[in-house]
């Protein structure tokens, strides 16, 4: 490909909205452009990177008999009330009707569609298993999409389906994916990691995310610093290495006033008192509010009461776990609190209310709780369990800490951040049961399928590498999923001799099926070096008036700056032997 026919328009700036590097620089290098917020348009560079990513992930899963189909992007609204998920999914899943008033939407996910695809002629225990994918695009309607492909509105993902006759069958099928997530993820060249996760309402109980480490991540990994454990602190368990134990007696309940102290922070510096020795309250509804549905009653909307240590963040997935929701519980509002406790926050607690209540697990040994009092501008101090106020369940609800034991009891956890790619859960039967996707066994007996799911952000993942790998003058790609090998900064393209050598050896090189792209602007070659390290494609080759006459070019290594003198005349088989071996 030549500049000048690529559609290529580098900027000097960043754009205002890009926060992260990589966003900056596939802006930067014109290789995306925004059509609306979470909306890009790929151009021409930025499709080859993901077209070639796209093409490991094939052969990776086309190596363990994985067959590629292609679904449709719109869905009827029927198909997605048979599991119950067109209410589930919220706004996230956006929706239309047609000429017809029939409801449709854009898919988020295909486990649905993918589920009536193969409900139809899956009979026997023969047919099975089943294992399939697809590249397709998506439709999320992120409530913020930023930061470039890594959160947009439309993306492309890469999503697979596999369908097994019983559990076993359906964790080998797993295990085989898994194994081709690290193959693809090796190949590409990334340094990640694997983590346990939360299914999310996607449904099913094993789950595990691949993650791209970058400072910019958006998720929070717990790794240990010994063993191989690693999870996304969402399902992190938080285990002190040295837990509250008390030999403190139960002392009387005490009020007292607390006036313009309704922080943790600011109590815990009037009273003197550490903040992980103070309680804090938080209230949520468990009711899963529907969007436009009319507002509740207090009582309606059915409020729990959460404690844990003033020092410590809830964890609102291990809530929305232990409480059996779909999505994480709404905190009351400020009003809601007080209808409900008689205070505003920052002066509430457990004490005489009628809801129910659950403990963090740090909490489990802890006697003399200093709590809000349910009055405004009030605490209580010595206020102890099941004495004064009483305790639904004592659950671990908090954000895991860097320094905390591991689950696996060896070593402590250190804190990561990292970009999800991928994404892999076995899901049991809650498609098939809810589609009746079943199969007749040796006996002849009807049981529903087992099934898993597999996603890989692919538009995410080009993104992320270039997150990963780059230097303060611009991208440095993966050879894997690079757009082009080599990049020749023709510097001379209206002398004869000069355009006369490059365009030959763009020639060859072509024809030998080097990616080669050459940069044939009249441009100064100042401009040329900054737009080949900012596209940073591996290699740049010089070619030049000066070099030309004294019959040689310069190799340029991305990574590295190392330059190459090449003479001319062996110039095309030594470029072949090295970029096609490289
Ligand atoms: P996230 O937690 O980042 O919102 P998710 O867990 O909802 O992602 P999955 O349903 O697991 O996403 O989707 C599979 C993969 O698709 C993710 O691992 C990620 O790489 C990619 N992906 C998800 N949402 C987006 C998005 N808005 N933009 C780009 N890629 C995305
Ligand atoms: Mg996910």
Same mark, same amino acid.
């Given at each position: 490909?030549?500049? $000048?026919?690529?559609?290529?328009?580098?900027?000097?700036?960043s754009?205002?909205?890009a926060?992260? $590097?990589?966003?900056?620089?596939?802006?930067?290098?014109?290789?995306?452009?925004?059509?609306?917020?979470?909306?890009y348009?790929?151009?021409?560079?930025?499709?080859?990177?993901?077209?070639?990513?796209?093409?490991?992930?094939r052969?990776? %899963?086309?190596?363990?008999?994985?067959?590629?189909?292609?679904?449709?992007?719109?869905?009827?609204?029927?198909?997605?009330?048979?599991?119950?998920?067109?209410?589930?999914?919220?706004?996230? %899943?956006?929706?239309?009707?047609?000429?017809?008033?029939?409801?449709?939407?854009?898919?988020? +996910?295909?486990?649905?569609?993918?589920?009536?695809?193969?409900?139809?002629?899956?009979?026997?225990?023969?047919?099975?298993?089943?294992?399939?994918?697809?590249?397709? $695009?998506?439709?999320r309607?992120?409530?913020?999409p930023?930061? /470039?492909l890594m959160? &947009?509105?439309?993306?492309?993902?890469?999503d697979?389906?596999?369908?097994?006759?019983?559990?076993?069958?359906?964790?080998?099928?797993?295990?085989?994916?898994?194994?081709?997530?690290?193959n693809?993820?090796?190949?590409?060249?990334?340094?990640?990691?694997?983590? =346990?996760?939360?299914?999310?309402?996607? &449904?099913g109980?094993?789950?595990?995310e691949?993650?791209v480490?970058?400072?910019?991540?958006?998720?929070?990994?717990?790794?240990?610093?010994?063993?191989?454990?690693?999870?996304?602190?969402?399902?992190?368990?938080?285990?002190d290495?040295?837990?509250?134990?008390?030999?403190?007696?139960?002392?009387?309940?005490?009020?007292?006033?607390?006036k313009?102290?309704?922080?943790?922070?600011?109590?815990s510096?009037? @009273?003197k008192?550490?903040?992980?020795?103070?309680?804090?309250?938080?209230?949520?509804s468990?009711?899963?509010?529907?969007?436009?549905?009319?507002?509740?009653?207090l009582k309606?909307?059915?409020?729990?009461?959460?404690?844990?240590? &003033?020092?410590?963040e809830?964890?609102?997935?291990?809530?929305k776990?232990?409480?059996?929701?779909?999505? *994480?519980?709404?905190?009351?509002?400020?009003?809601?609190?007080?209808?409900?406790?008689?205070?505003?926050?920052?002066?509430?607690?457990?004490?005489?209310l009628?809801?129910?209540?659950? %403990?963090?697990?740090?909490?489990?040994?802890y006697k003399?709780?200093?709590?809000?009092?349910?009055?405004?501008?009030?605490?209580?101090?010595?206020?102890?369990?099941p004495?004064d106020?009483?305790?639904?369940?004592?659950?671990? %609800?908090?954000?895991?800490?860097?320094?905390d034991?591991? *689950?696996?009891?060896?070593?402590?956890?250190?804190?990561?951040?990292?970009?999800?790619?991928?994404?892999?859960?076995?899901?049991?039967?809650?498609?098939?049961?809810?589609?009746?996707?079943?199969?007749?066994?040796?006996?002849?007996?009807? @049981?529903?399928?087992?099934?898993?799911c597999y996603?890989?952000g692919?538009?995410?993942?080009?993104?992320?590498?270039?997150e990963?790998?780059?230097?303060?003058?611009?991208?440095i790609?993966?050879?894997?999923?690079?757009?082009?090998?080599?990049?020749i900064?023709?510097?001379?393209?209206?002398?004869?001799?000069?355009?006369?050598?490059? +365009? =030959?050896?763009?020639g060859?090189?072509?024809?030998?099926?080097?990616e080669?792209?050459?940069? =044939?602007?009249?441009?100064?070659?100042?401009?040329?070096?900054k737009?080949? =390290?900012?596209?940073?494609f591996?290699?740049?080759?010089?070619?030049?008036?000066? /070099?030309?006459?004294? /019959?040689?070019?310069?190799?340029?290594?991305?990574? $590295?700056?190392?330059?190459?003198?090449?003479?001319?005349?062996?110039?095309?088989?030594?470029?072949?032997?090295?970029l096609?071996?490289?």
């Amino acid at each position: 490909m030549k500049w $000048t026919k690529s559609f290529t328009y580098t900027l000097k700036e960043s754009p205002a909205d890009a926060e992260i $590097t990589s966003h900056k620089l596939m802006v930067r290098a014109g290789m995306i452009r925004k059509l609306a917020p979470g909306l890009y348009t790929y151009g021409t560079m930025a499709l080859r990177s993901i077209k070639k990513f796209e093409q490991i992930v094939r052969e990776e %899963l086309e190596k363990i008999d994985c067959a590629e189909i292609l679904m449709p992007i719109v869905h009827p609204k029927e198909l997605w009330e048979e599991t119950g998920r067109w209410q589930e999914m919220g706004q996230g %899943l956006a929706r239309f009707k047609n000429r017809n008033s029939h409801e449709f939407c854009l898919a988020a +996910t295909h486990e649905e569609a993918v589920t009536d695809y193969v409900r139809r002629d899956i009979k026997s225990y023969r047919d099975l298993p089943i294992s399939l994918f697809q590249v397709q $695009t998506k439709f999320r309607d992120e409530i913020r999409p930023r930061f /470039g492909l890594m959160r &947009g509105r439309e993306f492309i993902m890469k999503d697979a389906y596999t369908f097994d006759l019983d559990e076993a069958a359906a964790i080998k099928s797993y295990d085989q994916l898994f194994h081709a997530y690290k193959n693809i993820f090796q190949r590409v060249g990334v340094d990640f990691r694997i983590v =346990d996760a939360d299914s999310g309402n996607i &449904g099913g109980n094993k789950s595990q995310e691949f993650h791209v480490l970058a400072d910019s991540g958006e998720d929070h990994l717990m790794v240990s610093t010994e063993g191989d454990y690693a999870a996304n602190i969402e399902v992190c368990p938080a285990i002190d290495v040295v837990p509250f134990t008390s030999q403190a007696s139960e002392l009387p309940m005490e009020k007292f006033e607390t006036k313009g102290l309704k922080k943790i922070s600011t109590l815990s510096k009037a @009273l003197k008192i550490a903040e992980k020795d103070l309680v804090k309250s938080l209230y949520f509804s468990t009711v899963e509010l529907e969007e436009g549905s009319e507002s509740l009653s207090l009582k309606e909307l059915k409020p729990i009461c959460v404690l844990l240590r &003033g020092s410590d963040e809830l964890n609102p997935i291990k809530l929305k776990n232990s409480l059996g929701l779909i999505n *994480p519980p709404m905190m009351l509002t400020d009003t809601e609190v007080n209808e409900l406790t008689g205070a505003y926050p920052g002066s509430c607690g457990p004490v005489n209310l009628e809801i129910p209540i659950y %403990l963090d697990k740090g909490l489990e040994g802890y006697k003399n709780f200093i709590v809000g009092a349910n009055e405004n501008n009030f605490h209580l101090k010595n206020v102890n369990f099941p004495r004064d106020f009483k305790v639904t369940d004592t659950v671990d %609800l908090r954000m895991a800490r860097e320094g905390d034991l591991s *689950p696996m009891g060896k070593g402590t956890l250190k804190s990561y951040r990292g970009i999800e790619v991928g994404h892999i859960f076995y899901l049991g039967t809650k498609y098939s049961k809810a589609m009746k996707a079943n199969y007749l066994d040796a006996q002849g007996k009807s @049981l529903p399928v087992e099934m898993g799911c597999y996603g890989i952000g692919i538009s995410r993942t080009v993104q992320a590498a270039i997150e990963q790998s780059n230097d303060k003058d611009g991208i440095i790609w993966p050879k894997s999923i690079a757009p082009y090998m080599l990049h020749i900064c023709h510097l001379d393209p209206n002398d004869e001799a000069v355009n006369t050598v490059a +365009t =030959d050896l763009y020639g060859s090189l072509m024809s030998a099926g080097v990616e080669v792209f050459m940069d =044939d602007r009249e441009e100064r070659p100042g401009v040329k070096f900054k737009d080949a =390290d900012l596209l940073g494609f591996p290699y740049r080759l010089v070619i030049g008036k000066k /070099g030309v006459d004294k /019959g040689e070019v310069e190799l340029v290594h991305r990574s $590295t700056k190392e330059k190459q003198v090449i003479q001319l005349a062996s110039a095309t088989a030594q470029l072949i032997e090295l970029l096609s071996t490289s």
